[in-house]
């Protein structure tokens, strides 16, 4: 087992309570490891098996895993106005936002929506939410995007995500530790206590509300392993799970030039969160309680981060980085 000084240091700044990394290619797992607690609390140790509650990587593998099935089955269009596909939205943005426009966070939607009451309520009100932005001319990372392109989704398919996303990826993928809204049968003596709530309960509000029902912006849990499965789909780009052109979505920037954010269909591409050692065509997200995902289809590689943050955002999200950074180097 390497040491890993940055994994160390940030347990002992109570940045972090523990951490899992996993380092990869298409062929093999090339570096796995697990340092702190799961459970600080309980004095439950991480392992490399812990479950993590991923928050907005659910975007990333879940709802977005759902929009390349919906494109795939042919029964919806990038480029077509998602009002379109949700006839009862009530909100009025400046022009027609369109299911692209969504899946970039260049929509304009406002990033506040309703996270409390009951999931019908939360439903109605999100329907009726506004756009304070011009679609097309800002990047604004939001959940509402997401959550917007579940309802749709799930009203097209008249499915909840969580049943289209494990019929089309996560059973052919045998990602048997993974689950929408709670842990899978079996694991919570392993699942990871978050910054806000105990282990298998929801971190994100939201989700944690509309449950048991699957919200589109957050609430899967799922392992290291199982992430690098979903990786491996993605760079082997083989059309098992999706058709190629539909998966080189995901590593294609989309935004139009006068956002200075790069984005694929589902996936961030901002150069200042992409590892030395990763090339600029890594795809990645992040999570809000302490996670992030890199894949890049440059040198067929992934890494896996899975912290449980107790401290800063930015601070946390950049240490990630740093600890990507140091696992790299040291499998050089």
């Not at 909100?91 to 019908?120: D, F, M, Q, W």
């Not at 929801?202 to 699957?214: F, L, M, Q, V, W």
Request: proline letters at 7%.
């Amino acid at each position: 087992m390497f040491t890993m000084w940055n994994i160390e240091r940030q347990i002992q700044q109570g940045l972090i309570d523990g951490a899992v990394v996993l380092a990869g290619n298409l062929e093999r797992d090339l570096y796995s490891g697990a340092w702190g607690y799961a459970d600080k609390a309980n004095h439950v140790p991480m392992t490399e098996d812990s479950v993590f509650d991923i928050a907005s990587i659910t975007k990333a593998v879940g709802t977005n895993s759902v929009l390349l099935a919906a494109l795939t089955d042919g029964i919806l269009e990038l480029d077509r106005p998602f009002i379109d596909y949700l006839p009862e939205f009530t909100g009025k943005p400046p022009r027609p936002v369109t299911i692209r426009e969504l899946a970039l966070h260049i929509s304009g939607v406002n990033i506040n929506y309703c996270n409390e009451g009951s999931s019908e309520e939360m439903h109605r009100k999100i329907l009726a939410v506004d756009f304070p932005h011009q679609p097309g001319t800002v990047y604004q990372y939001t959940c509402t995007n997401y959550i917007l392109l579940g309802f749709l989704l799930e009203k097209l398919y008249t499915r909840d995500l969580a049943e289209i996303a494990t019929e089309r990826v996560f059973r052919p993928l045998r990602m048997t530790a993974s689950a929408w809204t709670r842990p899978p049968a079996g694991s919570l003596s392993r699942t990871v206590r978050t910054i806000n709530a105990a282990p298998g309960v929801i971190s994100d509000p939201g989700a944690r509300h509309y449950a048991p029902r699957p919200f589109g912006n957050a609430g899967i849990f799922t392992t290291a392993a199982d992430l690098a499965k979903y990786a491996r789909m993605l760079l082997r780009n083989d059309g098992t799970i999706f058709p190629k052109k539909i998966t080189r979505l995901c590593f294609t920037d989309f935004n139009p030039p006068g956002i200075h954010h790069p984005h694929s269909i589902g996936w961030d591409m901002m150069p200042d969160m992409i590892p030395d050692g990763l090339s600029g065509q890594t795809i990645f997200h992040n999570g809000w309680t302490g996670q992030t995902l890199w894949i890049d289809p440059g040198s067929q590689r992934f890494v896996i981060v899975l912290t449980n943050r107790m401290k800063e955002w930015d601070r946390a999200k950049y240490g990630r980085k740093a600890i990507a950074e140091e696992l790299l180097s040291l499998l050089k």
